[in-house]
C-alpha cells in the first residue's frame, strides 16, 4: 500500500461539482492558482520556463468508483478508464494547464477544472513528443461529429 501527502491545493473558482465545465466542447479557460506548501517550495526552481503543466491531483471528495461510466458528452456507457470521470479506483485527477506565472509558492494557472481545496499531489512539465496529428481522440470523436 501507499499513502500521498500533498504538496499543495488548488485555488479554484468552483466551490461544487456541477460548476466545472464538462458538457461536449467544454472549454476550460478559468483561471486558479496552485498553493504549494513552503517546504515544496524549493522544487519549483526552473518551472517558469515551462508554457504548460501536467498537474496530478486527488479526487477527495469523489466517494466509491464504478467501472463503468456515461458522461454528459456522449449517450453512451464506456469503461472508467476511457473516460475521465471521478469515481475511478484510485481517485487520482490529471490536468494540464498553462502556467502564467508564478509567485514563490503560488503558481498562476490557466485551464483549471479541478474543485476549490483540491489537494495537489505532483508537478510536471507538460513534454511530448507524440505529434498531434497522431492522436486519436477515441469515443470523444464520435461524440464531437
Known amino acids: 500500500m501507499f499513502t500521498f501527502k500533498p504538496i499543495g491545493f488548488v485555488s479554484s473558482p468552483f466551490k461544487e461539482i456541477s460548476a466545472v465545465p464538462k458538457d461536449l466542447g467544454a472549454k476550460h479557460t478559468d483561471e486558479g492558482v496552485l498553493e504549494i506548501l513552503p517546504e ?11 508554457s504548460h503543466l501536467f498537474v496530478v491531483w486527488a479526487f477527495d ?3 466509491g468508483f464504478d467501472l463503468f461510466a456515461s458522461p454528459a458528452s456522449d449517450n453512451r456507457t464506456h469503461g472508467v478508464f476511457a473516460t475521465r470521470s471521478p469515481r475511478r479506483p484510485n481517485p487520482v485527477g490529471l490536468t494540464v494547464v498553462e502556467l502564467i506565472r508564478r509567485d514563490k509558492g503560488s503558481l498562476y494557472v490557466r ?3 479541478m474543485l476549490d481545496g483540491t489537494p495537489l499531489l505532483d508537478i510536471k512539465p507538460c513534454l511530448s513528443s507524440i505529434p498531434a496529428a497522431a ?6 470523436a464520435e461524440a464531437e461529429a
Do not use: A, H, N
Not at 515544496?40 to 515551462?50: A, K, M, N, S, W
Not at 492522436?135 to 470523444?140: A, E, H, I, S, Y
Open 61 to 63: 471528495r469523489s466517494g
Open 40 to 50: 515544496f517550495e524549493p522544487g519549483l526552481t526552473d518551472i517558469e520556463g515551462f
Open 135 to 140: 492522436l486519436r481522440r477515441g469515443w470523444l
Open 111 to 113: 485551464g483549471v477544472d
